[in-house]
């Protein structure tokens, strides 16, 4: 089992940073990769960016040059850098694990909120 706690959320103007952290235990070895979710009111979660276990990243378009995940594996840590935040970005923001087997853990959520 893997277990992930969010961290890092708040209230933000637009224009402004976020750094969300997610905090990652268990069994780590089983970890494929890991990704940064969201879901905004009355929406679908949306996958925002990934992060394999080789190093390789990926963003969706509408975060593309703005975000960045990243990893400290020193501290079994994962993170997600948010600049230029916008309105749009406000959600919830979900850290996610795939792990070998085809399994997917969740984290509990964190709230991020851009004022305009």
């Known amino acids: 089992q893997v277990q992930l706690v969010e961290s890092g959320g708040g209230l933000v103007q637009a224009g402004g940073s976020l750094r969300l952290s997610c905090s990652v235990s268990?069994?780590?070895?089983?970890?494929?990769?890991m990704n940064w979710y969201r879901q905004a009111p009355g929406k679908q979660r949306e996958l925002v960016a990934t992060?394999?276990?080789?190093?390789?990243?990926n963003y969706a378009d509408s975060v593309k040059g703005r975000f960045t995940i990243s990893r400290d594996n020193t501290k079994n840590t994962v993170y997600l850098q948010m600049n230029s935040l916008k309105p749009e970005d406000t959600a919830v923001y979900y850290c996610n694990a795939m792990v070998t087997g085809g399994g997917s853990m969740w984290g509990q959520g964190t709230q991020v909120t851009v004022s305009s």
């Open positions: 268990g069994s780590i070895f089983s970890i494929n990769a």
């Open positions: 992060i394999t276990s080789g190093g390789s990243t």
